[in-house]
């Protein structure tokens, strides 16, 4: 399972507890360069409707924390419409009400697998074109490490590489490196396949990332990144030598 974090676009939301939002939206490059095109939910929601279920709502992907359920989604021009009811019978689902009515937290997250996709090479986009929707969460924070590791992690398991140019971004982005710093981290990687590590953005981009665990080395970088930054790195070379 996949994991993609967005700013809740909250429609609704009254005193019984029944919110409209939507969970994704269609032609738009998020921080993964990911796009979703419309009609990639069109599957998910048949099989859902033929089986009588619907995605799951979780606090912070707990699943011991369900905080509610979906009622139903749909696909219009602007994206997946969701109308789902918090259970505020349930304490949790109380608290997430009173914080989404005040404004203090506004992310959702989607838990998805990816059934086709394609790669645009000119804008380096993938273009997500179906998608399996098993969970809604909603979130504290739109975008964290943990669901960042999660994903990076997911895409190894699956027998898939991260695209370099991905990989750089997230390493920038979320873990605060350099982007000389991320191409050092990512050089390690390398080592075991190539002879020379790619020492340019635009060499980088053109190979691809294979990790293993003996490539899997962060000395070229440790004594210039700050230790908050190397926690964070060890943990997602942790998450990567236990896939």
Not at 78 to 90: D, R, S, W
Request: proline share 3%; glycine share 6%.
């Amino acid at each position: 399972m996949q994991y993609r974090e967005y700013d809740l676009d909250i429609k609704a939301i009254d005193e019984k507890g029944i919110i409209v939002c939507y969970a994704n939206t269609f032609n738009y490059v998020d921080k993964a360069n990911d796009e979703t095109i419309q009609g990639a939910f069109k599957k998910t929601i048949a099989e859902h409707n033929l089986k009588g279920t619907m995605p799951k709502m979780l606090f912070n992907h707990n699943r011991d924390e369900p905080i509610g359920k979906w009622l139903s989604m749909e696909e219009d021009e602007y994206g997946l419409k969701m109308t789902g009811q918090l259970i505020l019978e349930v304490q949790r689902a109380r608290e997430v009400y009173a914080l989404l009515k005040g404004g203090a937290i506004n992310g959702f997250s989607i838990g998805y697998k990816v059934k086709q996709q394609v790669y645009d090479r000119i804008n380096k986009v993938t273009k997500l074109l179906e998608i399996d929707l098993g969970e809604v969460s909603i979130v504290p924070f739109p975008c964290n490490d943990q669901s960042i590791l999660t994903s990076i992690k997911s895409t190894f398991e699956t027998g898939e590489i991260p695209r370099p140019s991905l990989l750089e971004k997230e390493l920038v982005n979320h873990f605060g490196l350099t982007k000389s710093q991320a191409l050092a981290f990512m050089a390690a990687g390398y080592k075991g396949l190539n002879t020379e590590a790619p020492e340019t953005e635009s060499e980088t981009e053109e190979h691809d990332v294979v990790l293993t665990e003996t490539d899997l080395d962060d000395s070229a970088i440790e004594k210039s990144i700050s230790q908050q930054q190397q926690d964070k790195l060890d943990q997602l070379l942790g998450l990567l030598k236990a896939s």
